[in-house]
């Protein structure tokens, strides 16, 4: 393997008037952190315990579903390499990463130097050398970043084209029993919506479970206790970090014992996939 290697395919993509190459390589810029890639103006503090509690659930995952030690892994939208750095510590044998912002892309190579990362854009046209190469493909909070449909419908299509067949595909979305919400830089999208897609892409479901409850915006429930918590974490936590850390350890032990017990959240879930063999 080339040391540090990558490959470019597009510096940026242009979707209803959102340009998120742009807008990643500005985020990235300046803060190439956590709070670059988790929560903005919610602190370092809230950042890194939600974090920490992602870092639980993937190598619970992994876990369960025999992914420590796999040959070939390649994460998408890699942004800082918290991903990498977990299947690293997993025991993978190569780790490639995919992201949109090619300030990701640099940083990365020389962060995780025995690593390949490619700069595309996963709705576009994927080079055919990574095609049906690798045995997991993660795509946690990435792909609710794609605003237009037709590109997300492609990213789908290409993660699925990524997997060898009997191979795993890890995402988190909040996957909506509601009608879809969109902003300019995000939409979250139906339950219905994204299990038809996986499932015409020969992706099968296997598993669907919490990734967060308390500790993000509750999209998929009406709720105003959980309304106005978040209310409360918002305004106060980013006018200064030590209310970002109040509420991220007061709040930490609660979503820990949530997470053992709750089966539907009002938030961030994580979604097992495998690609049906033929």
């Known amino acids: 393997m080339a040391e540090g290697s990558k490959t470019k395919t597009v ?56 992914l420590a030690k796999v040959d070939r892994v390649i994460d998408i939208g890699s942004g800082t390499g918290f991903y990498c750095r977990l299947w690293l510590d997993a025991g993978a044998r190569e780790v490639d990463g995919v992201d949109l912002a090619e300030v990701a892309v640099e940083s990365l190579g020389r962060l995780f130097p025995h690593c390949r990362f490619h700069h595309l854009d996963i709705g576009r046209e994927l080079p055919a050398m990574l095609k049906a190469r690798f045995d997991a493909v993660s795509a946690f909070d990435v792909l609710f970043h794609i605003v237009d449909d037709r590109l997300w419908r492609n990213a789908i299509s290409n993660l699925a084209d990524l997997l060898r067949p009997g191979g795993y595909l890890l995402l988190s979305e909040s996957f909506l029993h509601g009608a879809e919400m969109r902003i300019e830089h995000q939409v979250s999208r139906r339950l219905e919506t994204i299990y038809e897609t996986l499932q015409a892409n020969r992706l099968e479901i296997v598993e669907r479970r919490p990734m967060l409850v308390l500790m993000n915006y509750p999209v998929d429930s009406d709720s105003i206790i959980l309304r106005t918590l978040w209310w409360a974490i918002t305004f106060t936590a980013w006018r200064s970090e030590v209310f970002s850390w109040f509420w991220a350890l007061l709040l930490y032990p609660l979503e820990r014992i949530l997470l053992l017990f709750v089966r539907e959240s009002p938030t961030t879930e994580v979604l097992v996939a495998r690609k049906v063999v033929s």
């Open 11 to 66: 510096s940026g993509t242009r979707d209803l008037g959102f340009t998120p190459g742009s807008y990643w390589n500005e985020r990235l810029t300046r803060n190439f952190n956590l709070t670059g890639v988790g929560y903005q103006g919610l602190g370092i503090g809230f950042n890194r315990v939600t974090y920490h509690l992602r870092r639980i659930m993937f190598r619970s995952v992994v876990s369960r579903f025999g």
